[in-house]
């Protein structure tokens, strides 16, 4: 069954304090793997699209890399304002799979 | 701002109402979608439009019933809806026939079913 594990749940850090998301997935035909975040009563806003493990991409404090079996989105020195909940998705031929999210909450 | 407008932002409806929540995109885009997200969950797929067709309904209850005028502009008709229907409605667009291309996301539409 194709299945988008992300964790953990909810992570509580200081600002500056960097960490990593981890999305682990297992599906048949990656197409894509998004990443998203979203802030509370708005929508998903597009972060970034991983096509092939050892890909990288980077905007701002984040940095997002893909493996054969999970993509890590690492946040460096974080601030407040990146306090939202990050999704990743999984895009297949036919649908796209989205994990549960992190809670990710920076405290000043 | 968002590149998918969606109206209106907040919806308060009896069981017994009609209403339709709108989405517009002027991306170009051909491929429009309509989720629906519970608090603290991820979005949940109702319906696909590809080139003004429907080609996916996630087996979505008749009372929502879409609708896709043009390619810009998406609807979700409702009647005679559930006290669980109350969530975020999410409109989303994306490139048609690569499933490779990102979906982007309206601020969605906050539904209140009294």
């Known amino acids: 069954e194709d299945q988008v594990t992300q964790s953990p749940e909810a992570l509580r850090l200081q600002e500056g304090e960097s960490s990593s998301l981890n999305c682990s997935y297992t599906v048949s035909g990656l197409r894509g793997l998004f990443w998203y975040r979203q802030d509370p009563g708005k929508g998903p806003e597009f972060l970034f699209t991983?096509?092939?493990a050892g890909e990288e991409k980077e905007k701002e404090r984040l940095k997002a890399t893909l493996t054969k079996k999970e993509s890590f989105l690492h946040i460096t020195a974080p601030k407040p304002e990146d306090s939202a909940t990050y999704l990743c998705a999984a895009s297949l031929d036919d649908k796209i799979i989205f994990g549960k999210g992190t809670r990710l909450h920076i405290l000043p | 701002d968002t590149e998918v407008t969606q109206t209106p932002k907040h919806l308060v409806m009896g069981m017994t109402n009609k209403k339709s929540l709108k989405c517009e995109q002027h991306?170009?885009?051909?491929?429009m979608y309509w989720y629906k997200q519970k608090a603290k969950k991820p979005p949940e797929l109702m319906f696909v439009?590809?080139?003004?067709?429907?080609?996916i309904n996630e087996s979505v209850p008749s009372r929502f019933s879409p609708e896709c005028p043009n390619s810009s502009l998406l609807n979700l008709h409702l009647h005679a809806l559930q006290p669980e229907d109350s969530a975020l409605y999410l409109c989303?667009?994306?490139?048609?026939?690569?499933?490779?291309?990102?979906?982007?996301f309206g601020d969605g539409t906050r539904l209140s079913i009294l």
């Open positions: 989303a667009s994306s490139q048609a026939g690569t499933a490779n291309q990102p979906q982007h």
């Open positions: 439009y590809s080139y003004e067709k429907l080609s």
């Open positions: 991306m170009g885009h051909r491929a």
């Open positions: 991983l096509y092939s």
